[in-house]
């Protein structure tokens, strides 16, 4: 089995396609002058996040845990694209009471209080993502897919937004097509066809750069013909040396160079955004429908960021030249700027 860090605190960058042994404790972790940092500074810069969303008739929810050195948070949302209308419920705890096992082969995320609870199962060996989550009394899921390194996710390793002494993991997949699946909001079941019903998932860790900024696309859905389609992109983040880029057809994987966006900067939702590759493998317009964010000024914490629900449009192409068309595939873009 790979891993991670290998002799004298070397990362082995990559796209990592089978198990890792996430062996962080032997990176050594350096200042701007490449000396290295105590145990107190580690702690603190070791980070990690997962992301789960849920795409079915005209909802998306959202499920996510973040890990800091000093701070955890968990989050639970649902978007109805009929109405428009968005609700979330957000914690922030102390990161002991977040359990989060930093593998990311074998990831038993947990946690409980306040009126809410998360269980987010990732497991390699066992081939199964699974997920329990209650948010207080209005939004409740428990689901299972199938997972695995047959689904080919993308799992890359690349300097922290391009800081050497820094590295961050990640991986990424979609579509999953559930096994099981229940999502009820206000009391209603919102999973009418379960086979019908898609999920992008994301899973990074790793010594993060204090500042990071990023721009992400993720998508997932079936076609009318029954195509199952899901892409990750993202800009500006870690993709120095290997790009967190690629699209999935019918479960196959095609890994993708730099990805362009374009939008408005002074109100992203006042016209489309175009998500594009310079050689033309992707040409994709995305209409904002509705947005979550957050707004968060701390002595030791800065974060502004905006995720956008919405639908895609265009074109995806393969190398060797076979096009799928989108038309209203459901999916989610964002802004991320924080200081953490």
């Given at each position: 089995?790979?891993?991670?860090?290998?002799?004298?605190?070397?990362?082995?960058?990559?796209?990592?396609?089978?198990?890792?042994?996430f062996?962080?404790?032997?990176?050594?972790?350096?200042?701007?002058?490449?000396?290295?940092?105590?145990?107190?500074?580690?702690?603190?810069?070791?980070?990690?996040?997962?992301?789960?969303?849920?795409?079915?008739?005209?909802?998306?929810?959202?499920?996510?845990?973040v890990?800091?050195?000093?701070?955890?948070?968990?989050f639970?949302?649902h978007?109805?694209?009929?109405?428009?209308?968005?609700?979330?419920?957000?914690?922030?705890?102390?990161?002991?009471r977040?359990?989060?096992?930093?593998?990311?082969?074998?990831?038993?995320?947990?946690?409980?209080?306040?009126?809410?609870?998360?269980?987010?199962?990732?497991?390699?060996?066992?081939?199964?993502?699974?997920?329990?989550?209650?948010?207080?009394?209005?939004?409740?899921?428990?689901?299972?897919?199938?997972?695995?390194?047959?689904?080919?996710?993308?799992?890359?390793?690349n300097?922290?937004?391009?800081?050497?002494?820094?590295?961050?993991f990640?991986?990424?997949?979609?579509?999953?097509?559930?096994?099981?699946?229940?999502?009820?909001?206000?009391?209603?079941?919102?999973?009418?066809?379960?086979?019908?019903?898609?999920a992008?998932y994301?899973?990074?860790?790793?010594?993060?750069?204090?500042?990071?900024?990023?721009?992400?696309?993720?998508?997932?859905g079936?076609?009318?013909?029954?195509?199952?389609?899901?892409?990750?992109?993202?800009?500006?983040?870690?993709?120095?040396?290997?790009?967190?880029?690629?699209f999935?057809?019918?479960?196959?994987?095609?890994?993708?160079?730099?990805?362009i966006?374009?939008?408005?900067?002074?109100?992203?939702?006042?016209?489309?955004?175009?998500?594009?590759?310079?050689?033309?493998?992707?040409?994709?317009?995305?209409?904002?429908l509705?947005?979550?964010?957050?707004?968060?000024?701390?002595?030791?914490?800065?974060?502004?960021?905006?995720?956008?629900?919405?639908?895609?449009?265009?074109?995806?192409?393969?190398?060797?030249?076979?096009?799928?068309?989108?038309?209203?595939?459901r999916?989610?873009?964002?802004?991320?700027?924080?200081?953490?």
């Amino acid at each position: 089995m790979q891993r991670l860090i290998g002799e004298r605190g070397r990362v082995g960058y990559g796209c990592l396609e089978g198990p890792v042994v996430f062996n962080h404790e032997d990176f050594v972790l350096r200042n701007v002058f490449g000396r290295p940092l105590g145990a107190f500074r580690r702690r603190l810069a070791m980070g990690a996040f997962t992301y789960l969303g849920i795409l079915g008739d005209g909802f998306l929810v959202g499920l996510a845990a973040v890990r800091l050195g000093y701070v955890a948070n968990v989050f639970g949302f649902h978007f109805d694209f009929a109405t428009g209308q968005t609700w979330e419920r957000s914690l922030k705890d102390l990161p002991s009471r977040l359990a989060f096992p930093l593998d990311p082969d074998e990831s038993a995320v947990h946690y409980e209080g306040r009126g809410c609870r998360l269980d987010l199962d990732k497991s390699h060996r066992r081939e199964v993502l699974e997920v329990e989550a209650l948010f207080g009394p209005r939004l409740v899921v428990k689901g299972r897919w199938p997972y695995g390194f047959g689904r080919q996710p993308l799992r890359v390793v690349n300097p922290s937004c391009g800081d050497p002494n820094r590295f961050t993991f990640t991986e990424k997949c979609a579509p999953l097509v559930p096994e099981a699946l229940s999502v009820t909001f206000d009391g209603v079941e919102r999973v009418a066809r379960p086979g019908a019903t898609t999920a992008f998932y994301d899973w990074s860790g790793g010594f993060f750069s204090r500042h990071s900024n990023w721009l992400w696309a993720a998508m997932a859905g079936m076609l009318p013909d029954g195509t199952e389609v899901g892409a990750n992109f993202a800009a500006l983040v870690n993709e120095t040396y290997y790009p967190e880029n690629a699209f999935w057809v019918d479960g196959k994987r095609v890994r993708l160079d730099r990805v362009i966006f374009q939008y408005d900067p002074e109100d992203p939702r006042r016209e489309d955004w175009r998500v594009h590759t310079e050689d033309g493998q992707v040409d994709l317009r995305f209409r904002p429908l509705g947005e979550r964010g957050e707004r968060t000024r701390l002595p030791f914490l800065k974060v502004n960021f905006r995720q956008f629900f919405g639908e895609y449009t265009g074109w995806l192409r393969d190398p060797e030249g076979r096009s799928v068309r989108l038309e209203r595939l459901r999916g989610v873009a964002e802004l991320h700027q924080s200081v953490w």
